[in-house]
Nanobody, 127 residues
């Protein structure tokens, strides 16, 4: 398995941009590039929601229709890093953000398909 650690969260102002990072520790020896990666978030009092996914080679980002436009997922396989940039932050973006890894492409919103999760990083957006 791969161990994941998110960072980059904090208290920001509405309208700001923020980039979250997810560091992958592939101590098992399996290359980070072999994992499809995803970002999820849990807003206060709500279920965890899928935000974005990206293929192992980084060439195929995927977003659900609900978040297209303000979120950008990317990865740097040379550094074993995953990123999520959020532009024009809104108070409703306040949430715990999680990165996750899985083996296969597809069914990105199905969190049961993800085999590893980070501990989360909190983003709080003030108006």
């Amino acid at each position: 398995q791969v161990r994941l650690v998110e960072s980059g969260g904090g208290l920001v102002q509405a309208g700001d941009s923020l980039t979250l990072s997810c560091a992958a520790n592939t101590a098992s020896g399996r290359a980070f590039s072999t994992y499809t990666m995803g970002w999820f978030r849990r807003q206060p009092g709500k279920e965890r929601d899928f935000i974005a996914a990206i293929s192992g080679n980084g060439k195929n980002p995927y977003y659900p229709g609900s978040v297209k436009g303000r979120f950008t997922i990317s990865r740097d396989n040379a550094k074993d890093m995953l990123y999520l940039r959020i532009d024009n932050l809104r108070p409703e973006d306040t949430a715990e953000y999680y990165c996750a890894a899985k083996n296969c492409w597809g069914r990105h919103s199905n969190d049961a398909d993800y085999l590893s999760w980070g501990q989360g990083t909190q983003v709080t957006v003030s108006s």
